[in-house]
């Protein structure tokens, strides 16, 4: 026997149910993005007792173990019950792809497919892997991700380059997680202004450092720009192939 719980680690602590996942309930949701069950962004690390709570509600109900599916947040709750004896397998689920030990994770190849679509139409956190291969895939003309420094002057430098080539347009991508100092006093005081989640993050699209970047290279060269924000719309995407078949084998061997 299955059972869901709805809203994640919050329905764990008293603020979620329990239901049967059974053929008929499940089915047809393999091309749907996001989640039947419901997220939350609850840590019971941080609450009073909190693995101990949890893991003597889920014995209560009869559950004999946990299938934990989520990224870095998620997945070091889950480690942290296994810690306590309790049964637990965890599922690498997230577009950011920065779980270590793991060749890929469920949700980034869809995530890139999102982006290249994206910029296809010509319009990550603090690592670059959607943004990178997105932009790759996509034909992007430059790609800025955290892990590699680049600065304003590098920008501006290619893009006056590509002007002298004749080339009218540059598509950029930049991932969210990005720290640029000639970007920071306006990205510094957008993150200033918003709130940490229960695992201390903020939400990184917030920053604006699309904007900001796209201000700063007006500043400089006088091209007109135009930023598009992706976000969470990376997201919601309809599950690609590949990530409907390793989520299948998964959750096969989870059960």
């Known amino acids: 026997q299955v059972s869901g719980i ?59 173990g946990l299938v934990a599916i989520g990224g870095d947040d998620t997945l070091s709750v889950a480690a942290a019950m296994s810690d306590a004896g309790y049964p637990v397998v965890g599922v690498p689920k997230t577009i950011d792809n920065d779980l270590a030990v793991t060749e890929f994770c469920i949700g ?19 690592t670059g892997w959607v943004g990178m291969v997105g932009g790759l895939a996509g034909g992007a003309d430059l790609i800025i991700i955290p892990e590699f420094a680049v600065s304003l002057d590098q920008v501006v430098e290619h893009l006056h380059r590509r002007r002298g080539e004749g080339k009218d347009f540059s598509i950029i991508v930049i991932a969210e997680g990005v720290r ?25 699209a917030k920053q604006g450092v699309g904007d900001a970047l796209s201000t700063r290279i007006e500043d400089k060269t006088g091209f007109e720009t135009r930023v598009t924000v992706l976000g969470h719309l990376q997201r919601g995407g309809s599950p690609t192939p590949v990530d409907r078949i390793w989520a299948t084998r998964l959750g096969v061997a989870a059960t």
């Open 6 to 64: 709805r809203n994640g680690w919050a329905g764990l602590l008293g603020r979620g149910d329990v239901e049967d996942l059974t053929p008929t309930s499940v089915r047809g949701i393999l091309p749907l993005g996001g989640t039947i069950l419901g997220t939350s962004r609850t840590n019971p690390m941080k609450e009073k007792d909190g693995i101990t709570r949890v893991v003597a509600l889920l014995q209560a109900n009869g559950v004999d």
């Open 108 to 126: 980034f190849d869809t995530a890139v497919g999102v982006v290249v679509e994206a910029l296809d139409r010509l319009m990550g956190r603090d």
């Open 180 to 204: 640029m100092p000639e970007l920071e006093p306006a990205v510094a005081a957008a993150a200033a202004a918003e709130k940490r989640d229960a695992f201390g993050h903020i939400q990184l």
